[in-house]
């Protein structure tokens, strides 16, 4: 069996009852980042053998894991934060398992598309994530563009070295609309900066971002105005 087990984005308090029994009783977890994870399982008192996956060893380590759940081991899949595969590794694993017959259950937890989207103050009934956004300038426009004329609410990750570059492609490409920006989901210091996509990019001029960035940006409305604007 394969569990893909959601763990924590900050607050550790926010892992799953699920999710600890599940992480306490497999014979092996595959992780993104062991270091991490070594530190939430020593957090709940759990100990088990880790073999790190991630985007430059999969192909590397995905035999041996491979091999594990072949033999009828239990192995969970966590990534540094939030669900396996959704912008993290873990699809190359989910794949082969499917292809050998093996087993495979979600255990669901936090997420941080979810808690910005919920926490934006922007139109929650229909959204797109769209992850990140290649790192280039021109490749980045041309990803945003195409969801311009998209009437859901778009959600990408960002970098905080590219926050700044992100913004202002939005702009210039989504038009002046309302977006939300979220850092340090979760954890002491969370922060959700709401404003027009100009606005946040003046606001950024003079600020240093840290951390992982989710940025909520809203949709256009099939009758040409703002997504919000047509509910309101």
Known sequence: ML???ATPIGNLGDITLRAL???????LVVSEDTRKTGIMLKHFEIKKPQVSFFEGNEQRNLPRIMAALNEGKEVALV???GSPSVSDPGFTLVRSALEAGIKITA???PTAV???LSLSGLPV???TFRGFPPRKPGPRKRFFAVDADAPHTLIFYESPYRLKAFLQDALEVYGDRRAAVANDLTKLFERVDRGSLSELVKQYETEEPKGEYTVVIEGVSTRGGRAADAEE
Not at 21 to 27: F, G, I, Q, S, W
């Open 3 to 5: 569990y893909l087990v």
């Open 21 to 27: 029994e599940v992480l306490k009783t497999v014979d």
């Open 79 to 81: 990534t540094e934060a």
């Open 107 to 109: 255990v669901p937890g």
């Open 114 to 116: 979810v808690a910005a």
């Open 125 to 127: 009934h229909s959204f």
